[in-house]
């Protein structure tokens, strides 16, 4: 169970809406966060897992150095331009491979993060009774064959971006696209 706090209530869009106060159940939070890329969902996920924004950004930069990433600086659980004492939060396309890479096929919660990822629309409740209904924003998923995951994205200073993950002949594919045009 999660708990709202603040922080995530101070989020910009694109946002779930929850409520400071209201109470989450984690698996929820995971599908809002990457079917439709909510920033408080983001910030929740985070600060139960990690217990605060900042300590979140440790470990994903800890994990990014572990699994390969060469110029990756995480500072946001979103994704949002923001910097900190080390630099601007960023990273490039081969970094983004390698996550995608790490996250389909080789973590050891690789099913569970296919399972949410392929999911095409999901309904939930706080735990307080409010509803909600998510749907996956990964169009490629149904427009493109082999196509197996992918997350969208986009920021004021990065456009439009998207990173997947493709299955051909045994064979497994990492694409990252990024500045992909601005509105």
């Known amino acids: 169970e999660v708990k709202v706090s603040e922080e995530a209530c101070r989020q910009p869009q694109v946002r779930l809406g929850v409520r400071k106060g209201e109470n989450y159940r984690l698996k929820d939070l995971l599908y809002s966060l990457m079917l439709e890329s909510h920033n408080d969902s983001a910030v929740l996920v985070a600060e139960n897992v990690a217990g ?17 990433c060469k110029d990756t600086h995480f500072v946001t659980p979103n994704g949002l331009d923001a910097k900190d004492e080390q630099g601007e939060h960023h990273t490039t396309a081969y970094d983004l491979c390698r996550i995608m890479s790490y996250c389909a096929w080789k973590s050891p919660v690789s099913k569970q993060f296919l399972e949410v990822t392929q999911t095409r629309s999901h309904t939930f409740q706080s735990l307080e009774g409010t509803g909600y209904a998510v749907s ?4 490629l998923l149904d427009m493109m064959d ?24 045994g ?13």
């Open 52 to 68: 605060s924004v900042q300590e979140f950004a440790v470990e994903m930069n800890k994990k990014a150095k572990e699994i390969g």
């Open 136 to 139: 996956n924003k990964n169009a």
């Open 146 to 169: 082999h196509v197996i995951t992918g997350k969208t994205g986009y920021t004021s200073k990065a456009g439009y971006c998207y990173v997947a993950a493709l299955e051909e002949g």
């Open 171 to 183: 064979r497994h594919y990492a694409i990252a696209l990024l500045a992909c045009g601005w509105p």
